[in-house]
């Protein structure tokens, strides 16, 4: 089963750090763009910041500067390590990724857009 988990969340004042991770697991050919988005309460979701699988990175005005997206191909891995965090962070993160996966009983081979569970951020003032 193809999945993406998420760990790193959590609770920082002010100008303060956290480190986001998300693998992929099960049966994956190839991984295409990886990247993070959030939601904060009555707002919809947004992209925060992407990567390729060559490494090209974009990323949303408001987090430039401060974030930094990066990936572990080896691992299947996405990090988002955000930096001088403000309140306005606060939000659920999710991880996505774009995924080649192969022919199994139950799907086709082809590219899935799949997402992780979301993890909070809270930033306190």
């Known amino acids: 089963q193809v999945q993406l988990v998420e760990s790193g969340g959590g609770l920082v004042q002010a100008g303060g750090s956290l480190r986001l991770s998300c693998a992929a697991s099960?049966?994956?050919?190839?991984?295409?763009?990886m990247g993070w988005y959030r939601q904060a309460p009555g707002k919809q979701r947004e992209l925060v910041a992407a990567?390729?699988?060559?490494?090209?990175?974009n990323y949303t005005d408001s987090v430039k500067g401060r974030f930094t997206i990066s990936r572990d191909n080896a691992k299947n891995t996405v990090y988002l390590q955000m930096n001088s965090l403000k309140p306005e962070d606060t939000a659920v993160y999710y991880c996505?990724?774009?995924?080649?996966?192969?022919?199994?009983?139950?799907?086709?081979?082809?590219?899935?857009?799949?997402w992780g569970q979301g993890t909070q951020v809270t930033v306190s003032s």
């Open positions: 996505n990724a774009k995924m080649v996966l192969g022919t199994t009983p139950t799907r086709r081979a082809g590219l899935y857009n799949y």
């Open positions: 990567i390729t699988s060559g490494g090209s990175t």
């Open positions: 099960g049966s994956i050919s190839s991984i295409n763009a």
